[in-house]
């Protein structure tokens, strides 16, 4: 087992650990705190996979700015800070078989599928630039489509939320 | 490193979002969970676009994704607003009046 394995091994399980946090804490505020820790996982586990820059894509736009938005719909909406049993609705069971059941099923097609296909080392390292060059060259009519649909979210989310 | 760890890595954060998705009441953490999916399917297309060498759409389909989230999170901040404003409750069980 080598030291990228350890490494995965120690981030996943914090991962793993804050993410049933995420759905099963009674205090809305550590939901989000706990959201942080599965979110800088998802980024380490970019570093571990060599793509260093979405990694601080992750960092900067999840944890710098997609959390702020969190904490401030948190505050906006009045949320009981403080724990609160009523959190969650009567369909615990039910919700439970059903993601039971989706796990079950998509790991063993993982499974069976990719039982022993590894991950071989870089023969090169993928630099940004090559990142860059990709979506500018083979994506850039995606990537205009992208900055549109970021144009009409901002103004469908000012006219949503503005008093009238 | 094993392709499949990855995988069954995204797999238990997809699951456990559509759990907290199906439960919770309030619509921040509705959203939260939506976030957790989100992430899991990133964390897959990265994993294989590190498994194909040198194919990079992988991680520009991932970058795509995380604008979308963004676009997402602030449209759906905006509609949980509105929904306290005229409910004064978050709670998405309250938003009940189109049910039949």
């Given at each position: 087992m080598g030291p990228e394995n350890v490494a995965f091994a120690v981030i996943a399980a914090s991962m793993v650990f804050s993410a049933i946090r995420v759905v099963t804490t009674r205090n809305i505020v550590h939901a989000a705190l706990y959201l942080v820790i599965v979110l800088a996982g998802i980024a380490a586990q970019y570093i571990l996979l060599a793509s260093e820059f979405l990694a601080w894509v992750q960092v900067l736009i999840y944890i710098g700015a997609v959390l702020v938005l969190f904490l401030f719909g948190?505050?906006?909406?009045?949320?009981?800070?403080?724990?609160?049993?009523?959190?969650?609705?009567?369909?615990?069971?039910?919700?439970?078989?059903?993601?039971?059941?989706?796990?079950?099923?998509?790991?063993?097609?993982?499974?069976?599928?990719?039982?022993?296909?590894?991950?071989?080392?870089?023969?090169?390292?993928?630099?940004?630039?090559?990142?860059?060059?990709?979506?500018?060259?083979d994506w850039v009519i995606p990537f205009e489509v992208v900055s549109m649909l970021l144009l009409g979210a901002l103004i469908g989310a000012i006219v949503i939320a503005r008093r009238d | 490193m094993a392709l499949n760890q990855f995988l069954l890595l995204s797999l238990f954060l997809?699951?456990?979002?559509?759990?907290?998705?199906?439960?919770?009441?309030?619509?921040?953490?509705?959203?939260?969970?939506?976030?957790?999916?989100?992430?899991?399917?990133?964390?897959?297309?990265?994993?294989?676009?590190?498994?194909?060498?040198?194919?990079?759409?992988?991680?520009?389909?991932?970058?795509?994704?995380?604008?979308?989230?963004?676009?997402?999170?602030?449209?759906?901040?905006?509609?949980?607003?509105?929904?306290?404003?005229?409910?004064?409750?978050?709670d998405l069980d309250r938003a009940d009046s189109m049910k039949g």
């Amino acid at each position: 087992m080598g030291p990228e394995n350890v490494a995965f091994a120690v981030i996943a399980a914090s991962m793993v650990f804050s993410a049933i946090r995420v759905v099963t804490t009674r205090n809305i505020v550590h939901a989000a705190l706990y959201l942080v820790i599965v979110l800088a996982g998802i980024a380490a586990q970019y570093i571990l996979l060599a793509s260093e820059f979405l990694a601080w894509v992750q960092v900067l736009i999840y944890i710098g700015a997609v959390l702020v938005l969190f904490l401030f719909g948190i505050m906006l909406t009045k949320a009981p800070m403080r724990g609160d049993n009523d959190l969650d609705n009567d369909q615990r069971w039910p919700a439970a078989i059903a993601s039971l059941f989706l796990a079950g099923v998509l790991g063993t097609i993982l499974v069976d599928g990719y039982g022993d296909v590894e991950i071989a080392e870089p023969e090169q390292i993928v630099r940004t630039g090559d990142l860059g060059r990709t979506i500018f060259h083979d994506w850039v009519i995606p990537f205009e489509v992208v900055s549109m649909l970021l144009l009409g979210a901002l103004i469908g989310a000012i006219v949503i939320a503005r008093r009238d | 490193m094993a392709l499949n760890q990855f995988l069954l890595l995204s797999l238990f954060l997809f699951c456990t979002g559509v759990y907290g998705a199906l439960v919770r009441r309030s619509g921040v953490l509705v959203l939260m969970s939506i976030e957790l999916m989100l992430n899991a399917a990133n964390l897959n297309l990265v994993a294989f676009s590190a498994f194909y060498k040198g194919e990079l759409s992988g991680q520009v389909f991932a970058l795509f994704v995380i604008a979308i989230a963004a676009a997402e999170v602030g449209v759906g901040l905006a509609i949980v607003l509105l929904l306290y404003r005229n409910l004064s409750s978050a709670d998405l069980d309250r938003a009940d009046s189109m049910k039949g």
